[in-house]
């Protein structure tokens, strides 16, 4: 079978790894790949966004099997031109794709079907963001609708924080279009899970749970990014999971088939478990990142046989089994993340480190010059380290980042700490 895999990080490095380990995988292509995925894979320069292209691609080699990683393509309707070509792919349709694409939709949805959530408002002018503001009082948090790269979202925990907000938002535009309207919202307090699942539209795969740390900095301090790091499983009690299935997940899969909006891929919950019970902060239309480095480990079999049942609509009776060891990714990002940061820099180290038992190294932001792998910027590495326990995990992991070096280099060393 020959799969294409759409994206270029440490997620879709995580999937060629995965599935270059499948039976009945024979050749992997992925477009636009990285350095780190040529081992695994065949790399394709083709953009992610670039999806006639990537359909015309398909198509011309008989790919089996499409699998997307980010969200941009599937917003701009991806899966619906590999339908149209009869091309089996797991991803939404672009339809599908708003609950990512709109956090404006999302929280209509939530409304709309009683699925518990920040309480908020959708507005559209400084006037109505100053009110709803008023109304719900500090700490208050402001959403941009569109996508913005997990920068679109601003916790106002005082009255000067809110007046920056507006001006940030409505008069300097500082979210574009994105911010057209904007989420105002209550803030949410308590622990954060990643919970996602895989559905062909009617069927639920619940995939392992995770916990990502998105803030910069040690202790949940600096500026929001990507993701750090994450750990799995995420120390989630099963009642609150069967909540979050059964309220949020469930609900919202039944609307979009209600509304026929086509769903056929991974629908990932950002909820906050608050002391009234699971609460949604976001839906993405795909794997979480960094999520994924840390959840495919520890999938026991196969990954291909559910991903292409998601596809064809044929998840009816397959479910995923996973490992009872646990897993802990530690992002390396370059010097300036989340801002505009640097390139070229060499790094050393990484075969040292994937010669460490239980540790894995899956590539980002990286590039070849003259047969050298420099830094390309952003999210650089992913180190993860599989463990017995989450304690042993984190050993394994750290263990990694320690071999590996690259000027200016970026890590929290408190990734998993207060779960372990
Ligand atoms: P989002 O892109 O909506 O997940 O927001 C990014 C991050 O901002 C989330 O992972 C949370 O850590 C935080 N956040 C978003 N909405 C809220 C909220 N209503 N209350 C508290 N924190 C929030
Ligand atoms: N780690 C959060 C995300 O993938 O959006």
Same mark, same amino acid.
């Given at each position: 079978m020959r799969v294409l895999i759409v994206g270029s990080g440490a997620r879709e490095h995580t999937l060629a790894w995965k599935l270059s380990r499948a039976a009945g995988v024979d050749e992997i292509y992925v477009a636009p790949g990285n350095p780190g995925m040529a081992g695994v894979a065949e790399v394709v320069g083709i953009a992610a966004d670039a999806i006639v292209e990537l359909a015309e691609f398909a198509a011309s080699l008989k790919i089996d099997l499409t699998v997307v990683g980010p969200e941009l393509?599937?917003?701009?309707? #991806?899966?619906?031109?590999?339908?149209?070509?009869?091309?089996? #792919?797991?991803?939404?349709?672009?339809?599908?794709?708003?609950?990512e694409g709109s956090k404006a939709f999302t929280k209509e949805l939530c409304l709309r079907c009683g699925i518990p959530t920040a309480r908020g408002t959708v507005v559209r002018d400084r006037r109505e963001a100053a009110a709803a503001a008023a109304s719900l009082g500090v700490p208050v948090v402001f959403k941009a609708d569109g996508l913005a790269a997990g920068k679109g979202v601003v916790v106002c925990r005082t009255a000067e924080e809110v007046d920056a907000a507006l001006v940030r938002f409505f008069e300097e535009r500082a979210f574009g279009a994105a911010a057209e309207r904007v989420v105002v919202e209550e803030c949410l307090a308590g622990e954060e899970v990643s919970f996602q699942v895989l559905t062909d539209g009617t069927t639920v795969v619940p995939l392992a749970t995770?916990?990502?740390?998105?803030?910069?900095?040690?202790?949940?301090?600096?500026?929001?990014?990507?993701?750090?790091?994450?750990?799995?499983?995420?120390?989630?009690?099963?009642?609150?999971?069967?909540?979050?299935?059964?309220? #949020?997940?469930?609900?919202?899969?039944?609307?979009?088939?209600?509304?026929?909006?086509?769903?056929?891929?991974?629908?990932?919950?950002?909820?906050?478990?608050?002391?009234?019970?699971?609460?949604?902060?976001?839906?993405?239309?795909?794997?979480?990142?960094?999520?994924?480095?840390?959840?495919?480990?520890?999938l026991d079999g196969?990954?291909?046989?559910?991903?292409?049942?998601?596809?064809?609509?044929?998840?009816?009776?397959?479910?995923?089994?996973?490992?009872?060891?646990?897993?802990?990714?530690v992002v390396l990002a370059s010097a300036g993340y989340p801002g505009s940061s640097r390139r070229g820099e060499a790094i050393t180290g990484v075969a040292d480190a994937l010669a460490?038992?239980?540790?894995?190294?899956?590539?980002?932001?990286?590039?070849?010059?003259?047969?050298?792998?420099v830094t390309a910027g952003g999210r650089v590495l992913s180190v993860v380290g599989q463990g017995a326990t989450l304690a042993d995990a984190l050993a394994a992991a750290y263990a990694g980042v320690e071999r590996i070096h690259f000027e200016g280099m970026q890590f929290r060393r408190d990734i998993g700490r207060s779960l372990a």
């Open positions: 393509p599937l917003v701009l309707g #991806i899966a619906d031109e590999f339908a149209r070509r009869g091309l089996p #792919i797991v991803g939404p349709s672009r339809a599908g794709a708003e609950v995770a916990r990502d740390y998105k803030r910069l900095l040690d202790g949940d301090t600096g500026p929001n990014t990507g993701g750090m790091g994450a750990v799995s499983p995420a120390a989630l009690p099963a009642d609150v999971a069967a909540a979050i299935l059964r309220d #949020i997940v469930q609900p919202a899969l039944a609307e979009l088939a209600r509304e026929g909006r086509s769903y056929r891929g991974v629908l990932y919950a950002g909820v906050m478990v608050t002391a009234d019970g699971p609460k949604l902060l976001e839906f993405n239309c795909r794997l979480g990142d960094p999520e994924t480095q840390a959840v495919l480990p520890r196969d990954l291909l046989p559910l991903l292409r049942a998601a596809a064809l609509g044929e998840l009816a009776g397959l479910r995923a089994t996973w490992k009872r060891e646990a897993t802990a990714c460490l038992p239980g540790v894995l190294v899956f590539q980002a932001g990286t590039a070849l010059e003259d047969g050298q792998l």
